[in-house]
Nanobody
Framework: QVQLEESGGGLVQAGGSLRLSCAAS????????MRWYLQAPGKQRELVAG????????NYAASVKGRFTISLDNAKNTVYLQMNSLKLEDTGVYYC???????????????WGQGTQVTVSS
């Protein structure tokens, strides 16, 4: 089994900062990439940021560029999302996912965490 567990969400005022963490654990042979998604109230889940396992490639949604930073600690199988200058529209549930290969398997599967709530207030 593989589990992804997010943490770090909460209530913050506009202009403030939060740091989200997502730790992958369990039956893991390798991780190819990890990502953060946002599901805002009444909207579809959208990609916020992604990072390759080597950290050589990162990508961001246009709405968060310059404000959010994704990083990866391979030793801990943990991806972080540093969120600065938060806006009201950053409110929602943040989910992480990861492309993981389990020992003895030839394919990668995508796993999701349960999500962590971020609420930005005015």
């Amino acid at each position: 089994q593989v589990q992804l567990e997010e943490s770090g969400g909460g209530l913050v005022q506009a202009g403030g900062s939060l740091r989200l963490s997502c730790a992958a654990s369990g039956d893991i042979f390798s991780i190819n990439a990890m990502r953060w998604y946002l599901q805002a109230p009444g909207k579809q889940r959208e990609l916020v940021a992604g990072i390759s396992s080597s950290s050589s490639t990162t990508n961001y949604a246009a709405s968060v560029k310059g404000r959010f930073t994704i990083s990866l600690d391979n030793a801990k199988n943990t991806v972080y999302l540093q969120m600065n200058s938060l806006k009201l529209e950053d409110t929602g549930v943040y989910y992480c996912n990861a492309d993981i290969r389990r020992p003895g398997r030839s394919v990668m599967n995508r796993y999701w965490g349960q999500g962590t709530q971020v609420t930005v207030s005015s």
